[in-house]
């Protein structure tokens, strides 16, 4: 017995070799959208002046901008501080991108929420561009996080065909 596809017209070997560009299609977008991260690390070491270049306003990182502003003494005192902070920052989205590109769903959602809590410093300082930036990296992962998912449940929902498909030839 045959069973019916959801692609009317089409044979078993057209509706497989479909789920397949399907399933590498969701595994180049993943990957697309963990590249994100690394974006974010290099425009975050931009913004936050570990790089000889330093575009501000553009790409500011809230809570190395709160620590600038309210740091006073401290960050007078030990520059540094600011430098190890934002090499925390963009080691930290080096990382999730590398767990991102393995496959990781938890690492899309750590960069979600990471700057969805990095927007807040935003808005207090008023940085406006930097939010719309950020909004954008968070509005990526999250595709990316659910792409992730349609890919794991698409590898589950095969394995339970192949395993009915054994105990049905049986």
Same mark, same amino acid.
């Given at each position: 017995m045959q069973t019916l596809n959801v692609g009317a017209g089409r044979s078993d070997q057209e509706y497989k070799a479909a789920e397949e560009q399907r399933l590498a299609d969701l595994r180049?977008?993943?990957?697309? +959208?963990?590249? +994100? /991260?690394?974006?974010a690390a290099g425009l975050a070491g931009l913004g936050t002046g570990l790089l000889p270049i330093r575009l501000f306003g553009f790409v500011n990182i809230g809570f190395i901008d709160l620590l600038r502003f309210y740091g006073g003494e401290l960050v007078r005192?030990?520059?540094? *501080?600011? =430098?190890? &902070?934002a090499a925390a920052w963009v080691l930290a989205l080096v990382g999730l991108g590398l767990a991102g590109r393995k496959g990781? =769903?938890?690492a899309f959602w750590?960069? *979600?929420?990471? +700057? &969805?809590?990095?927007?807040?410093?935003l808005? *207090?300082?008023?940085?406006?561009?930097?939010?719309?930036?950020?909004? /954008?990296f968070i509005f990526q992962w999250f595709k990316g996080q659910r792409a992730l998912g349609e890919l794991k449940?698409?590898?589950v929902s095969r394995e339970d065909l192949s395993r009915s498909a054994v105990s049905n030839q049986q």
């Open positions: 180049s977008d993943v990957h697309t +959208y963990a590249m +994100y /991260f690394f974006v005192a030990n520059p540094l *501080v600011l =430098r190890a &902070a990781q =769903r938890w750590a960069g *979600v929420i990471l +700057y &969805a809590a990095d927007m807040l410093p808005i *207090v300082m008023f940085s406006m561009w930097s939010f719309g930036i950020h909004g /954008f449940a698409s590898a």
